[in-house]
């Protein structure tokens, strides 16, 4: 099973910072989503990244993924109290695409 | 768009009883779901693949005899939490695959409690 080692584990910033997450693996990633989840609710999904170097934008929003394939990280301009919640990477394992391994996540609390 | 279900979304049940979470694909067919438990602040920890019309499999370290799941229907899978107890509770995630395109819904999860 392949592990995602994600970073920083809990994020607290006042509104309008920027800030960066990270999910790193030592092998290669077939493809690599990134999700939001709110407390009480299911894990929304917000970009999935499929080739190396590939940079998607989502609103505020940046997803890049490295060139080998083996990190990817999400970079937030402007940060907004409704962005608190909690951000993880996933990546799809074994023989189904729907098996993910998830990164251990990041908790982002933005203060007004 | 495609939408899972999930039932009850928080449930509260004494020590020893047996609890069922159901996970519905509401508008496709989904041969294929998955079940995740996860512990506040920590990440989704999958624990069975459940395949429609035959056994689910479950991964490392989870009991299947403890974590009964059934899946069968092609727009139903159950988990169920037999003789429950106190560390079992937690909030449970089920997702869904849709073929062919392979695209993956989550469920809105289950507390549970154990008391």
């Known amino acids: 099973t392949q592990l995602l080692e994600q970073s920083p584990q809990f994020l607290s910033i006042q509104e309008g910072e920027n800030l960066t997450v990270y999910c790193n693996s030592s092998?290669?990633?077939?493809?690599l989503q990134w999700y939001r989840q709110e407390p009480g609710e299911g894990p929304v999904l917000l970009v999935t990244v499929v080739t190396g170097g590939e940079v998607k934008k989502l609103k505020r929003l940046t997803f890049q993924f490295g060139d080998a394939r083996k990190d990817s990280s999400l970079h937030i301009t402007a940060a907004q109290p409704g962005d608190t919640g909690l951000y993880l990477c996933a990546s799809p394992g074994g023989t189904s695409y729907g098996k993910l391994t998830f990164g251990q996540g990041t908790i982002l609390t933005v203060h007004p | 768009g495609a939408v899972v279900s999930q039932h009850p979304s928080w449930v509260i049940c004494k020590s020893g009883t047996s609890v069922k979470i159901e996970c519905r694909s509401l508008d496709f067919q989904a041969t294929t779901m998955f079940w995740y438990r996860q512990f506040p602040k920590q990440s989704l920890m999958l624990m069975a693949t459940?395949?429609?019309?035959?056994?689910?499999?479950?991964e490392q370290g989870v009991e299947k005899d403890k974590f009964l799941i059934n899946h069968a229907s092609l727009t139903l899978s159950t988990l169920t939490v037999t003789s429950a107890h106190p560390e079992d509770s937690s909030f449970y995630i089920c997702?869904?695959?849709?073929?062919?395109?392979?695209?993956?819904?989550f469920g809105s999860g289950t507390q549970l409690s154990v008391l």
């Open positions: 997702s869904a695959l849709r073929g062919p395109w392979e695209k993956l819904f």
């Open positions: 092998s290669v990633f077939s493809s």
């Open positions: 459940s395949n429609e019309g035959s056994k689910a499999t479950y």
